[in-house]
């Protein structure tokens, strides 16, 4: 897929940044995973890997993106986070990759207590391919919250309007929310149908507050 990091990076900082902590809150609440290993998936600019690291004490953050500029950019975030709160304890690694890579768990090499991935799912080519990495990826007792939402219905419709202002003072032209019609995301069903065959412990979220967020845990060994 073609994105435009900067374009992205400039929404999320700009438009969208009060929409991570609620969802960061919402992540640790439902799989109250605080500590370990983190994966943030499709991470772009690495807001949700940063709000989701401000609600823990996590050791290591991985971010993964297919995009290399949306992935500098998610380091540099990070890094700068990591430095000024002088959490150098925290380790930071990332992967260029698209999540439905056939080898991808072997190239990463380890597993995660947390995944996490943002309005990254739409993009994947091969949603059943990508969620069996996911799971691959998760250690024993891990859980993975994937999936999109604005955090609640009052911030959507806040940040649709800011967009409709920017648009107005642009002659038209400017930042749209995601066009769902476009999404390469399944029914509901398909992804329920895979998690049972990997025997995945797992639970949908899915309401106009929050958006759809897949909730799965890998059962402890
Ligand atoms: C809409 S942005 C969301 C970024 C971030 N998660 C957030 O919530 O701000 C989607 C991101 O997913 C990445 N992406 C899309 N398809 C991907 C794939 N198949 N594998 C890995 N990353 C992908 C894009 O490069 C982009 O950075």
């Known amino acids: 897929m073609s994105h435009n990091a900067e374009e992205y990076d400039a929404?999320?900082?700009?438009?969208?940044?009060?929409?991570?902590?609620?969802?960061?809150?919402?992540?640790v609440e439902r799989t109250g995973k605080r500590c370990g290993r983190m994966l943030d998936v499709g991470c772009g600019g690495g807001h949700l890997a940063l709000a989701v690291l401000r609600e823990g004490a996590f050791d290591h953050v991985t971010l993964l993106d297919e995009n290399a500029d949306a992935l500098k950019m998610a380091?540099?975030?990070i890094r700068g986070e990591l430095t000024s709160e002088n959490r150098t304890s925290t380790m930071l690694s990332s992967c260029c990759s698209d999540i439905c890579a056939a080898d991808l768990a072997e190239r990463i090499g380890t597993t995660f207590d947390l995944i996490?991935?943002?309005?990254?799912?739409?993009?994947?080519?091969?949603?059943?391919a990508a969620f069996k990495?996911?799971?691959?990826?998760?250690?024993?007792?891990?859980?993975?919250?994937?999936?999109?939402?604005?955090?609640?219905?009052a911030l959507r419709e806040q940040i649709a309007a800011q967009m409709a202002e920017i648009?107005?003072?642009?002659?038209?032209?400017g930042p749209r929310m995601f066009d769902m019609s476009a999404s390469k995301a399944l029914e509901t069903s398909a992804y329920e149908a895979l998690l049972e065959h990997l025997g995945a412990d797992y639970d949908v979220v899915a309401n106009d507050e929050e958006g759809r967020w897949f909730v799965f845990g890998k059962p402890a060994e």
Do not use: C, K, T
Not at 116 to 128: A, E, K, L, N
Not at 167 to 173: A, D, E, F, V
């Open 75 to 77: 380091e540099d975030r």
């Open 116 to 128: 996490v991935s943002r309005g990254s799912m739409p993009f994947w080519d091969d949603q059943m």
């Open 133 to 153: 990495n996911l799971y691959a990826l998760l250690a024993p007792g891990g859980v993975a919250y994937v999936g999109g939402g604005m955090g609640s219905r």
């Open 11 to 27: 929404i999320a900082e700009r438009l969208f940044a009060p929409i991570y902590p609620v969802i960061a809150a919402a992540v």
């Open 167 to 173: 648009r107005r003072q642009n002659g038209g032209s």
